[in-house]
């Protein structure tokens, strides 16, 4: 059936939020010709694919080159021939060179050819999104014919500001609203697209399906939860958040327009699981995209370690994860018997290798030089170097990626020592407050996410949740000698990062003075080391990275 035959009554809409990889040209077509295979079986007439799904998202400085755009324009190509069985039509995003410039396109496919090709217009150029930099804008669209039926295609971004597309495809004479999206994830992201996609809703009267792209890449997690409103503004769908899915959704035409008779019903999960199933996806995909074997990480007995260790098996499985022990004389009873009770519990290799004879080694080369000084933090550091370079010479030794397990806290104040503990190729927590990952390692001890690979029941022992933190590099240590409480500190770094608030107004919540201005002094400070850390997911709406640029050399303080 083409465009030409008698306009259809009910329509049958498959929606697909699969896990592209950035680059794998070849590999995404295939996944697009495998959901198409899944909607023909299912009785679908269309299929809806995620914005740049060819390409993957975002492709960045890929865009850049000719060769690439060549292969996403000759896989589009080849999923337009294959509409020429009379399965499916096809919706799909991807980059392609125009007579103007590049664009951030969308295709729909039917018939065996390109009906239409639609040019991004709304180009966001904010916090992860650098879109204006790589692509030109469109032209405001029409509505495309797709077998009797006009749908408006807007893309993404063209839904969350007020450029008047929806408006425009309305007007013209589009009948449903079907938004390629490529959306990552934050805290509550859901609930925010509901918004924008209902004020649309209101706004044309339309009926919108919002389809979201699943999975990790790089920094960033795509939490699929596609769905859809219909023109009344009542849920019309929603599928499932952090799951590979593919939902045939039937939709049928009647007096005022066209609602959806038929569609899933997920669950989202609640704040907590939300942030542990991000930061399981974003670091699964890491590794597995980037095609590491195998995992090793330093378990210290504190709770940082402890939870990347669960992520680590949770998304990998426990014969893909080695944990190492890496002691010193500051090393207390408790930590060991918490680190090994940890490993054991999570089924992982666990080793112990001490670090006295590499420090007392480092110690001696440096006693010349530091002759006459008092040992402190410097030495303190060496600890951490060791340890660093152990973990380093085992991933060296069996190409096994290091991980590194510092909290967003730690991160803000520089409350890490660069080539030590700051070693590692991916932080699965880096986004996450110390308060967070108290929270989220709770949490896990008391559930197990759907595609965890992890055993249920106790995984973090409750005497690493319960006792003081402390990086144990001198006796007695916590880390509240040098950092206010984190509950307090956590709320300063949040006023100050995610909201970029003035010391007057942090000072209001209650905040003693001298511990605000301390905090921002050390939050500056430290940019010349979060420059070199590893990437790590992002989970809040401001991450470091991605979406906070500040200069290194900046003497700014709020006094």
């Known amino acids: ?120 217009i709304d180009l966001p150029n904010y916090g992860e999104f650098d879109e204006k930099r790589v692509f030109s804008e469109g032209s405001m669209p029409g509505p495309v014919n797709f077998r009797g039926v006009r749908i408006g295609v807007p893309i993404c971004e063209e839904i969350w500001n007020d450029l008047g597309v929806c408006e425009t495809l309305a007007e013209s004479g589009a009948e449903i609203l079907l938004v390629p999206n490529g959306s990552p994830y934050y805290r509550g992201k859901v609930d925010v697209r509901h918004q924008v996609a209902l004020k649309q809703v209101i706004e044309t009267g339309l009926p919108l399906i919002f389809a979201n792209q699943l999975g990790g890449q790089d920094e960033l997690v795509f939490d699929g939860a596609s769905f859809a409103f219909n023109g009344d503004k009542s849920l019309a769908f929603q599928m499932s958040q952090f799951e590979t899915a593919l939902a045939v959704t039937t939709w049928k035409r009647g007096e005022n327009g066209w609602r959806c008779s038929e569609g899933p019903m997920s669950r989202i999960p609640e704040p907590d699981e939300a942030d542990y199933r991000a930061c399981l996806v974003g670091f699964r995909d890491y590794v597995n995209k980037n095609g590491f074997k195998n995992v090793v990480l330093g378990l210290s007995g504190g709770i940082d370690s402890a939870i990347c260790a669960a992520i680590a098996v949770d998304a990998l499985g426990e014969e893909r994860v080695r944990t190492v022990m890496l002691p010193y004389r500051y090393t207390s009873t408790d930590s060991l018997k918490d680190a090994a009770d940890c490993a054991k519990a999570l089924g992982c290799r666990y080793d112990i290798v001490p670090i006295e004879e590499p420090v007392k080694g480092f110690a001696s080369a440096l006693s010349p030089l530091f002759e006459g000084t008092d040992s402190g933090i410097t030495e303190e550091n060496l600890q951490s170097r060791a340890r660093g370079t152990i973990l380093m010479a085992i991933s060296n030794k069996f190409g096994s990626m290091v991980v590194t397990t510092g909290n967003k806290s730690e991160m803000s104040v520089g409350y890490a020592t660069l080539y030590g503990d700051m070693n590692g190729g991916f932080n699965p927590i880096k986004d996450l407050y110390k308060m967070q990952v108290y929270a989220l390692s709770r949490w896990r001890n008391g559930h197990v996410p759907p595609d965890a690979l992890g055993p249920s029941g106790e995984v973090i022992p409750q005497n690493i949740i319960d006792k003081a933190p402390s990086a144990e590099l001198r006796p007695d240590q916590t880390d509240q000698d040098s950092l206010p409480p984190y509950p307090v500190l956590d709320d300063i770094l949040e006023c100050l990062v995610e909201k970029e608030m003035a010391v007057e107004e942090i000072l209001a919540r209650g905040h003693d003075v001298a511990t605000v201005h301390r905090v921002e002094h050390l939050l500056y400070l430290a940019e010349y080391k979060r420059r070199q850390s590893a990437p790590g997911v992002k989970i809040t709406k401001k991450n470091f990275g991605r979406d906070r640029r500040y200069p290194i050399t900046n003497r700014f303080r709020d006094r």
């Open 1 to 120: 059936m083409t465009q030409e035959s008698a306009p259809l009554n009910t329509l049958q809409i498959a929606v697909a939020q699969l896990n592209p990889t950035v680059g794998d040209v070849a590999g995404n077509l295939a996944k697009a010709r495998e959901a198409r295979a899944d909607a023909a079986r299912q009785g679908a007439h269309l299929l809806l694919l995620t914005e740049l799904f060819i390409s993957g998202y975002p492709p960045e400085d890929l865009v850049l080159k000719p060769a690439f755009l060549r292969a996403c324009q000759k896989a589009v190509e080849d999923l337009a021939a294959d509409t020429a069985d009379g399965g499916p039509g096809v919706i799909v995003g991807f980059p392609r060179q125009g007579k103007t410039g590049r664009h951030n396109s969308v295709a729909v496919l039917d018939g065996g050819q390109i009906l239409v090709l639609r040019d991004k």
